[in-house]
Each structure stands twice: as C-alpha cells, then as structure tokens.
C-alpha cells in the first residue's frame, strides 16, 4: 500500500510538471495566439509589487509638486508653471503608463484590446514627448533670467508661459498622433501580421530616422547649447564677485545676474541632465539593437528607467529647492486646509538673494 501511495504522488507531481513546462497562450481559443511565459508565483507577487510601489511613488511625489505649485500663490511664477506642468506629465506616466505597463510584462500578455493598444501608446508617446518639450522650455526661460535678468519679468510672463505649455501639450497630441496613424496599419501587433497579444509599435525606417530627430536630437541640442551659455555666464559671475571681494573694480549690477536665477538654473541642468542620462542609453540602444534575446531585455530594462525618471524631477526639488519642502512640510501636516494657507511665505532669504 504504501508502495501505491509513493506511486500516486510521483504520478501527481509528473503532471503538475507537464503541466508547468506546457505551452501556454495569451488567447487560447485565437488561432494565431501570442504564447504566454509561465512565471512562479514569487515572481509574480514580486514583479506586482515592486511596480506598484514604482506606481505609487511616481504618483504621490509629483502630485506633491502639483499641489504646492496650485495652491500657495507665492509660488505662481513662469518658472514653477513649467514645473507644474512638466510634473502633470510625470503624474500621469505614475498613474496610467506604469500600471498598464507593469501589467503587460508581468503577463507577457495584451489584454487590453486593439483600440485601447492604439491609445495607450498615443498616451505613452505623448508624456515623453512633451516632458521633452516642457524641459526645452525651462531652458530658455533660465537663459532669459539668467543673460537679462532686468527684462525677465516683461519678456517671460505667466500669462505666456501657459500659452507656451498649451503649445507644448497640443503639438506632442497632434505629432504622435501623426506617427502612430501612419505606422499603424501593418506594424501594431494586434494585427493580422503579427500574433494575437501584444501591443507594441514598429516604427517604419524613415519614420524613426525622422523622430529621432525631431524628438530627441534637436531638443537635446537646443538644451544643451543653452546650459552650456548659461554655465559660462555662472562663471563671468563667480569671477566678478571674485574681483569685488577682492577689492578690484567695480561692475554694474544689473548686468550681474541674481544668485537665486542661477541657483534655479542650476538645479534645473540638474533635472535636465538626470533626464538625459536616461534617454541617450536608450536611444543607443535602439539604433544598435538586434533580433536577439538580450537586446529585447535591454531595451525593456531602459525603457522602465525613463519610466523612473518620473519620480526623479520632484526628489530633485526636494534636495535643492527650500519651497518645497516648506510646501510639503505644510500639505503633510493639513495647514493647507486652514484659511488663507494659499498666501504663505515658502522662501527664505536663500531663495530671495
């Protein structure tokens, strides 16, 4: 007897390996199904996780930076508009593209349908694009406060700003939009052409010849000639207060620009560079990739650190910028909620001079 009992539990664990090592598909009763990897169950409680909490942070910084911005009117400038609207960008990659995305690789499995497959990707297309932009923005509106600090506030108004951010957000839409209609009859994989399951874009030679330079090359190049002019000017700076201390000469002050404008500059180069950091790998990446397992594995691996740089704008903020932790101090502990919070003093003499 106890001879069948081992006999029936081999028997059982013989299936249950059968079972593991077969084919599975994402849709099984379609023909032309996508198969399906088979994960552990640590796996999958692992993948969930850590994505959800990616998720969450995402969503929960960057609200912070849209709540402080919206609410204390101290903090209603040209500058933190841009930064409002690039963190509405972020937000929106936190709450939408991780999730949806962190679904897709953990079940290696479209489940989502093929008109949802065609927004999801409008969406995904348009918060990288215009993150780019927005950061483009902010770059020359550094150059403006920094090379003619007088004129700042006359050239660079709220009022332009938002129209500048409508632009942004409108020409990404449109754009995108453009690119994924004229890619999308042969190359989406829920296509007949492809297997029935996935959800990804195959961009035609010429198009991504084409976006590469319109949607990286170029902006790159716009924001890294101007931080480079911006740098050089923080050095005529530091070399005359130099001179001043010193003793040597003296020098018109309104030429000289504010210790505040470079500070922003300087902790936007730091946004700026963080970001490029994240694209350059990938876009390498693209242009040198091949059929191969592990290019597939790397490009997935730099597309989820774009997907991080989300959550990396406002933690900037954070170590560099006193209003924001002031803001946050007070969005934390309730004090927004009480009457006349809105008008706050956030900066200090640090932010001021």
């Known amino acids: 007897m106890f001879t069948d009992i081992l006999r029936q539990l081999a028997f059982l664990l013989i299936a249950e390996m059968d079972e593991s090592l077969a084919v599975q598909y994402c849709y099984p009763l379609h023909n032309a199904s996508c198969t399906k990897s088979v994960r552990s169950t640590y796996e999958y409680v692992l993948m969930y996780l850590t994505f959800s909490v990616m998720s969450a942070v995402t969503v929960f910084v960057n609200l912070l930076v849209i709540i402080s911005i919206s609410h204390f009117k101290q903090l209603h400038t040209p500058t933190n508009l841009l930064i409002l609207s690039l963190a509405v960008a972020d937000f929106l990659v936190g709450l939408i593209v ?21 927004i999801f990707q409008c969406i995904v297309y348009t918060l990288l694009s215009s993150s780019l932009g927005h950061l483009v923005l902010i770059a020359v509106d550094r150059y403006a406060a920094v090379f003619d600090p007088l004129l700042y506030s006359q050239r660079i108004t709220v009022n332009k700003t938002c129209i500048s951010t409508c632009l942004i957000w409108s020409c990404s839409v449109l754009y995108n939009l453009l690119l994924l209609y004229c890619n999308r009859s042969v190359n989406f994989s829920l296509d007949d052409t492809f297997c029935h399951g996935q959800c990804f874009l195959y961009i035609s030679f010429e198009w991504g010849i084409f976006d590469l330079i319109i949607s990286f090359i170029a902006p790159c190049a716009v924001m890294i000639t101007l931080y480079l002019r911006i740098f050089q000017v923080a050095t005529y700076q530091a070399s005359i207060i130099n001179s001043i201390s010193a003793g040597v000469g003296c020098v018109d002050d309104n030429k000289v620009p504010r210790k505040a404008e470079g500070k922003a500059a300087k902790t936007l180069g730091i946004v700026v560079t963080v970001y490029l950091l994240c694209w350059i790998p990938y876009y390498l990446c693209l242009l040198t990739a091949d059929a191969s397992e592990a290019s597939a594995f790397t490009i997935t691996l730099l597309t989820w650190i774009l997907y991080a740089n989300s959550c990396m704008n406002p933690l900037i903020y954070a170590l560099f910028y006193t209003w924001f932790k002031t803001a946050v101090r007070h969005i934390l502990t309730l004090k927004i909620l009480e009457s006349s919070s809105s008008f706050i003093n956030l900066l200090s003499e640090s932010d001021l001079s």
Do not use: N
């Open 98 to 118: 991780i999730p949806v995305e962190a679904i897709q690789l953990t079940e290696t499995c479209w489940y989502f349908g093929q008109e949802f497959c065609f």
